[in-house]
């Protein structure tokens, strides 16, 4: 029996997509040293807690907003293929609902963004945040050349089997955002697997021994910290597409940022890779 995963990133609707209402406007140490146990992680705001206030991406509180430095703004959403549901269901008219109750206790304590996708079974699921507003009808970009990477903690109802992927998006792999400023010979990529100007986001992928530094990386029902480094990213080989010349993320113009948890393909057909999850405290790592 042959198991593999399903890799295509694609994007429902804006208002589908994210259930944001008009508050949320559409959007260290080697990380194989970040991953620890829980009966060893550290008191509140240790020193596996990123505490700088400017890098805070979100910690989830009070709603599920970014923190508002640097020119950040929007929330964190939900997208998927169109054969699955989420729990809590997607609202297009209001923003996307935190579990105030469940947080990580090593940091910021109660308030974490959570979902529970069933039924995924053509590429999967995911949860993601635009790092600011639309300019016009095309996704705004974000500078974050100053950070290294991401730092997110994340647990699970249940040990997810395999599949995740984190991805970063940016101006010319995001089919919503507009190349042609910074190249008049580029133009948005599509969702088409195969086609020469595919989006392909650069991502890592967990336990995939093709990315050595993540190859032990897996979120199951304690409370991690996962350290996601943009150099590390790259397409992924099975689902190729548009890269520029310098073939890297492009780390002054991110659009956003995904956790993704792909189908799973046995002898070639897609099944649900079913997940319940619990996200908190993303910060960017300097």
């Known amino acids: 029996m042959r198991i593999c995963y399903a890799h295509l990133l694609l994007v429902l609707p804006a208002a589908a997509a994210c259930g944001c209402g008009s508050d949320n406007t559409q959007t260290a140490s ?22 700088i206030a400017d890098d805070l991406i979100a910690d989830f509180k009070t709603d599920n907003g970014l923190n508002p430095a640097d020119g950040r703004q ?4 939900v997208y998927g293929d169109p054969l699955g549901s989420f729990d809590p269901p997607v609202d297009p008219n209001s923003a996307y609902p935190i ?14 963004f959570h979902t529970k996708a069933t039924g995924f079974g053509t590429w999967g699921a995911a949860v993601g945040a635009d790092f ?10 974000y500078d974050a050349s100053k950070y290294k990477g991401v730092s997110f903690w994340a647990k699970s109802a249940a040990p ?11 101006v010319y792999t995001d089919a919503a955002a507009n190349p042609t400023p910074l190249d008049p010979t580029v133009y948005p990529c599509v969702y088409t697997s195969g086609a020469l100007n595919n989006c392909s986001p650069y991502l890592v992928k967990f336990g995939d021994s093709t990315f050595p530094a993540y190859q032990n990386y897996n979120i199951d029902t304690g409370w991690k910290r996962f350290d996601i480094m943009f ?6 080989q099975y689902n190729p597409g548009f890269h520029t010349a310098a073939d890297k993320l492009d780390v002054q113009h991110l659009t956003a940022m995904a956790i993704q948890v792909n189908a799973i393909y046995v002898n070639g057909k897609p099944t ?5 999850l619990w996200v908190d405290d993303v910060n960017f790592i300097r």
């Open 132 to 141: 600011v507003p639309k300019v016009g009808t095309f996704k705004g970009t």
């Open 30 to 51: 080697p990380p194989d040293a970040q991953v620890a146990p829980p009966d060893t992680l550290p008191e509140a705001g240790g020193a596996m807690c990123i505490t």
């Open 231 to 236: 150099a590390d990213t790259r397409q992924d």
């Open 74 to 77: 929007g929330g964190f959403y």
């Open 99 to 112: 579990d105030a109750a469940t947080g990580n206790p090593n940091c910021s304590g109660p308030g974490s």
């Open 272 to 276: 649900p890779n079913d997940f319940e």
């Open 160 to 170: 997810i089997a395999g599949g995740v992927q984190v991805s970063f998006p940016d």
